[in-house]
């Protein structure tokens, strides 16, 4: 099997309420997700045990929020993240329950802010939409969700909605 060459924390607070843990990226000419709302997560580290391992790095990293191996709720299937030009990363997606929403604490060279976003918002087909992309072709439209005025799209809203089973609106 193919070793995935990044990893993704989902942190999902289940109560009051549900939500999902998001970062607006921050702004670098060498990211091609820069700005770009994503879940914590990035590139495994040679010195990373596992995936796993580099998911709870970079949630830590990010967000200043620790977790342990045992809050892993669902590993989910390797995915393709996709960008305007190969290489691609192959990620691996994992799920953590926490009771609520936790504090974080931002790195800024990684991360501009962060959001828990409500699930509600994510089950409303009134907050999807589709829209152009910069660098793409204007009738190329993307399925996305508007959030504080960045839209939540690519890689993070494919990952959210086949998590959640959610139907992009047509």
Request: hydrophobic share 40%; aromatic share 8%.
């Amino acid at each position: 099997m193919t070793q995935p060459d990044a990893a993704v924390a989902i942190v999902h607070a289940r109560g009051p309420g549900e939500s999902v843990l998001l970062i607006r990226r921050t702004e670098r000419h060498d990211d091609p997700w820069s700005g770009h709302w994503s879940f914590p997560g990035g590139r495994c580290d040679p010195q990373d045990r596992d995936p796993l391992a580099t998911a709870l790095r970079e949630l830590y990293e990010e967000c200043g929020i620790r977790l342990e191996r045992e809050q892993m709720e669902e590993a989910l299937p390797h995915t393709v993240a996709r960008r305007l030009t190969p290489p691609y990363l192959l990620v691996a997606p994992f799920v953590f329950g926490v009771n609520a929403e936790l504090p974080t604490v931002l790195d800024p060279r990684e991360a501009a802010a962060a959001l828990w976003l409500p699930l509600s918002d994510l089950r409303d087909p009134a907050r999807h939409d589709k829209r152009p992309m910069l660098g793409r072709a204007p009738e190329s439209l993307f399925p996305c969700v508007e959030l504080a005025g960045t839209p939540l799209w690519g890689f993070t809203y494919r990952l959210l909605t086949e998590w959640l089973d959610i139907a992009p609106r047509e």
